[in-house]
């Protein structure tokens, strides 16, 4: 027996309602994806993708010895970790990673005296193949300070640190396709002096054009270490390199200047770089715009001295956020918007006992979040994280991000990045030596509102085909669930469905998709109204006067479809010839004679859904 859809419109509604609440993105805490283990070192770095791809980097022993491993990020997931400096004897002391769409990725690291670097060249399908290492530069004693980015055609630049008679170099290699190649000359200002090392190293970052822009911290003859800048185009460093620091701030003398972190938009010509400088003797974090080929005035991202460990990041449309450590453990953020910076805001809620490193990262949506360390009184460490999840809105709450259950977070053990739609991953290290994990925690996106699909016309089936169009989600596939008239009727991973069970109603039914993803967030489609009538009218006849040859015998049929699709027409068949009547609307009147015998009147009513149903009065005519 068919099972009724019947509820009633309203109370489906009400009841389709109560069944699936939309579900708002949230804050994942972190899970292992390695360990614990004694072999676990350090973290590298995490990168993802516009399009939600990307990979994490970290050191690991084998065999007794530091080598690099990669995980990949696809489908919503950290794969297991992979070997990356296969051949490479060397042990492993820095790795950092860069991701683009379509899985693409770019690994650079030291080992020994060397910087070696691999690439996934990646594709729309399977992982692609890890493609080297390829030795970058060899140097007269161990090379530090890896900075390295991606630009979303693909095109990446790392820059770092290699000894030199002056005492060390910023030197910078390009990855073009699958092929590493060196800029042949230091970007430094002036080689005999030493650059790129400790809180001087460099940083990158490289527009949608494929060039790069690089930072760097460099000794000076006064005594007066600065921050340079320098684009590179190709494997051409600009012949203008700009000074980035700035030698006073009002009547304030400048001082030391270190901590540059660079981002740069799709279109090269516009970029921002923070950085940290002593100023009149006290500790101050600025912010500066380069505009073409020269800097805007510094900005103050802070409200007085005493601030440290500056960071920025911004998506390829100039959104962004700005990090800072406050005096006293606390963090400051400023948001960045239309390249002005609006007013700075703590946004701590306990400061940390130790340096709390703040780290941002910028969604090319319209979302912005942070990261930092918090050491508690008692000695307890965990990472933090907050979400700005419009220019215009507020800072969401602030959440624990690494398992307590887990240990405690290094000093620089834990890195953040984002994708395109609000996807965050804040990868860490956690533990004491020997018995290290490493995680992940994730703020995901709930999948995009799907788009029910409904017909304005009405269906005749008793398994009408559901159809939908998936919404946006990056993190791998979604399941649906089809809810009709306030009833589930079926899940699956498609974008249509043929329930299991026939639905049988006559009159319209609610109808909306729940999108489900991995993680188990669900987003409701808007409700739609589905028409199902697979009833034909009821039909009711009246045949008066004598049943007799030749005498006129009059017919009235009338159809009542109720609340299905309405009566389009009424046929009678007469039966002792293919003589018929047929009348549009809901009643028929008709006459008829009869020869001697017996007959079947045969009344069919029509509505608009296609349905029919027929009514055979046996007449016996004398």
């Known amino acids: 027996m068919f099972r009724r859809l019947s509820l009633s419109v309203p109370l489906a509604l009400l009841a389709l309602a109560a069944l699936t609440p939309a579900a708002s993105a949230g804050w994942f805490a972190a899970q292992p994806l390695d360990g614990p283990s004694p072999d676990i070192e350090k ?217 540059a972190d660079v981002d740069i938009e799709d279109d090269g010509s516009f970029a921002w770089a923070v950085f940290r400088q002593d100023v009149g003797g006290r500790s101050r974090s600025f912010a500066r715009r380069l505009l073409g080929s020269t800097f805007d005035p510094p900005v103050a991202l802070d409200g007085g001295p005493g601030t440290s460990a500056p960071r920025f990041a911004m998506n390829g449309r100039g959104q962004g956020l700005a990090v800072l450590e ?101 990868a860490m290290v956690q533990g004491a030596p020997g018995s290290r994990t490493l995680t992940v925690a994730v703020h995901d996106r709930p999948p995009g509102r799907p788009g029910a699909i409904a017909r304005s016309g009405w269906s005749n089936k008793l398994r009408p085909k559901l159809e939908w169009r998936p919404g946006i989600d990056l993190w791998g596939p979604q399941r649906y669930r089809v809810v009709v008239g306030g009833q589930v009727v079926g899940e699956t991973t498609g974008s249509s469905l043929i329930p299991r069970r026939r639905l049988r109603a006559g009159r319209p039914l609610p109808y909306r998709v729940i999108a489900i993803d991995g993680r188990g967030q669900e987003t409701p489609s808007r409700t739609r109204v589905v028409r199902f009538d697979n009833q034909g009218p009821k039909i009711t006849v009246r045949v008066s006067g004598r049943r007799a040859a030749g005498r006129g015998l009059r017919v009235v049929a009338r159809a009542n479809d109720g609340k299905g699709s309405g009566v389009t027409r009424i046929r009678v068949r007469y039966g002792d010839s293919k003589r018929t009547t047929s009348q549009r609307g809901r009643r028929l009147r008709g ?29 016996r005519i004398s």
């Open 326 to 426: 406050n005096p006293g453990g606390g963090v400051g953020g400023s948001f960045n918007y239309n390249d002005l910076f609006e007013a700075g805001q703590s946004l701590h809620s306990s400061a940390s006992t130790e340096g709390a490193g703040p780290q941002p990262a910028s969604s090319e949506h319209r979302e912005v979040a942070l990261a930092w360390r918090v050491v508690a009184p008692a000695g307890t460490v965990s990472i933090r994280g907050r979400l700005k999840p419009e220019p215009t809105k507020p800072f969401g709450p602030e959440v624990e991000l690494s398992r307590p259950d887990l240990g405690p977070v290094a000093a620089g053990q834990y890195a953040v990045s984002a994708d395109r739609l609000a996807g965050f991953a804040v």
């Open 591 to 619: 006459v008829h004679s009869y020869r001697r015998g017996r007959f079947k009147l045969r009344v069919a009513a029509f509505d608009v859904a296609g349905n029919r149903r027929v009514k055979i009065v046996r007449l």
């Open 43 to 259: 973290l590298g770095g995490v990168d993802l993708s516009r399009d939600g791809t990307g990979g994490l980097v970290y050191i690991k022993r084998a065999d007794g010895v530091p080598h690099v491993f990669l995980s990949r990020f696809n489908g919503g997931q950290f794969r297991p970790g992979e070997r990356v400096d296969n051949g490479i004897a060397a042990g492993a002391t820095e790795a950092v990673v860069a991701a683009a769409d379509f899985g693409r990725l770019a690994i650079v690291w030291t080992a020994g005296n060397s910087v070696y670097g691999s690439v996934v060249v990646g594709n729309a399908g399977a992982p692609g193949p890890l493609v080297g290492p390829t030795a970058l530069h060899a140097a007269a004693g161990a090379p530090s300070g890896v900075a390295l980015d991606m630009g979303i055609n693909g095109a990446a630049y790392t820059s770092y640190a290699v000894p030199s008679p002056g005492g060390s170099d910023v030197r910078v290699s390009r990855l073009e396709g699958a092929t590493w190649t060196p800029v042949g000359a230091p970007l430094d200002i002036d080689p005999p002096r030493s650059a790129g090392l400790g809180s001087q190293r460099s940083d990158v970052g490289v527009s949608a054009e494929g060039n790069g822009l690089v930072t760097w911290g460099e000794d000076h003859a006064d005594g007066r270490p600065r921050l340079y800048a320098r684009r590179v185009t190709g494997l051409n460093p600009s012949s203008f390199p700009q000074e980035l620091s700035v030698p006073a701030v009002g009547s304030a003398p400048g001082g030391r200047a270190d901590s």
